[in-house]
């Protein structure tokens, strides 16, 4: 809940405005105050009649309306509430932001601010992927900034990729999230969750059982403890969390990819169950039956991200958590694993036969670090979660 929570909305310009007038409105549901700001170009997007009677308040626009100086200005604007939200956040506004610029009211007020500030960025996918834009979303995490999305799907420009706003359940999370007074506040964690699925051809693809339950209550009680999480996940079977942004990859390959453009971290989750093996030459079209003759699938090994990120010299996460699966000698086959991949704890579980742990609702894990082992006793995958996120913040304080 957001009880006398007082949120300043900078909405700008770009299609996903709309939201932004939902936005407004679940914040307030939530008991939160909503001034808000438009800018120029927001206000070719949404009116500020609709902003205004949706906040209950005045729309600010212009940053030299001397009516709101004399009543309040820009600077006490700036700092008079607990967060900043940006939604839509456009490239302009994210360079703006990244080189200091105050050139309207927008701008200056998040020059101006010394209060935490959560981007929604809305974009068209090349103008996200561009140097220039991925350059200045680094600047802004370096310099504390939160973000929620962008996520992937069709954009209204009739592109498809990243570059969507997070939906509106999504910023409200994200913005509960900043504002709670969890130990993770501030923090960036990444997880990865879920099976990767290899292609042979366009129609077959080799999985495994992981239904990314482990990894997505994992995500959800980082996010608890007030962490902004960016969720990378394989095709699971269960629906990922509220509240975190979520990056969907099928392959190895593709997680890898995802992983190297969600870091900087301060700590990094591997609980994906990542394909050891891809089809070496998997088949543009569809393998034919032809004449009783067996097709012959080659292998090529996949990229080991736990490893790569583990051992990464620039920019590693001060914290990396691997997954170990065992059916026997759990403890030896573990420690092995933490100094081979070079990350910092390994939690191990049994998935011996008859423990019903893959796919089920409990785990029976034990923690390597450096200073050894340590067995939890068998609980639910949710309990797990919250116990290896409390430990995170603890390691991360
Ligand atoms: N992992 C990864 N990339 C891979 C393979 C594994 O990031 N290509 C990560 C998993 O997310 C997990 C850990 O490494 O955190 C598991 O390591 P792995 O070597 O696959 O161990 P097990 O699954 O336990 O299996 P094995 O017995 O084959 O070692």
Request: glycine letters at 10%; one cysteine or more; proline letters at 6%.
């Amino acid at each position: 809940m957001l009880a006398s929570r007082r949120i300043l909305l900078i909405i700008g310009g770009g299609i996903a405005a709309y939201k932004a007038l939902d936005l407004i409105r679940r914040l307030r549901e939530r008991g939160a105050s909503v001034t808000p700001v438009l800018t120029r170009a927001g206000a070719e997007f949404v009116t500020p009649l609709s902003v205004s009677a949706l906040a209950g308040q005045k729309v600010f626009a212009d940053l030299f309306d001397l009516t709101d100086e004399a009543e309040m200005g820009h600077i006490e604007l700036s700092r008079s509430a607990d967060l900043i939200v940006v939604a839509p956040a456009t490239a302009d506004l994210m360079a703006k932001m990244a080189h200091g610029h105050a050139d309207d009211l927008a701008s200056t007020l998040l020059l101006a601010t010394d209060t935490p500030v959560l981007l929604a960025p809305a974009m068209n996918v090349r103008m996200w992927q561009h140097a220039a834009t991925q350059r200045n979303l680094a600047t802004l995490r370096a310099d504390g900034i939160g973000f929620v999305g962008p996520n992937e799907g069709d954009m209204a420009c009739g592109e498809h990729g990243p570059g969507r706003m997070a939906e509106v359940p999504e910023i409200l999370a994200a913005v509960e999230a900043a504002l709670s007074d969890g130990p993770l506040r501030g923090r960036r964690v990444l997880v990865t969750s879920g099976p990767t699925h290899e292609p042979i051809d366009p129609v077959r693809y080799i999985a495994n059982r992981s239904s990314g339950a482990q990894g997505t209550a994992i995500a959800r009680a980082l996010a608890a403890l007030g962490a902004e999480v960016v969720f990378v996940t394989g095709p699971a079977t269960v629906p990922p969390p509220g509240g975190v942004t979520v990056v969907r990859v099928e392959t190895a390959r593709e997680m890898l990819a995802a992983v190297e453009r969600a870091l900087p971290a301060d700590a990094a989750i591997f609980a994906a169950a990542v394909a050891d093996w891809r089809v070496a030459q998997a088949s543009g079209r569809k393998i034919k039956k032809s004449g009783g003759a067996l097709p012959v699938l080659e292998f090529a090994e996949n990229p080991d991200i736990l490893e790569t990120v583990s051992r990464m010299d620039k920019g590693r996460p001060p914290l990396v958590v691997g997954f170990a699966a065992e059916t026997h000698d759990v403890v030896e086959h573990a420690t092995a694993k933490r100094a081979r991949k070079g990350c910092d704890w390994i939690l191990a579980n049994d998935v011996s036969a008859g423990t019903g742990i893959m796919g089920g609702a409990e785990n029976a894990v034990t923690l390597i670090t450096e200073e050894g082992a340590e067995s939890w006793p068998r609980m639910g995958k949710d309990q797990v979660a919250a116990r290896l996120a409390e430990r995170i913040a603890r390691a991360l304080a």
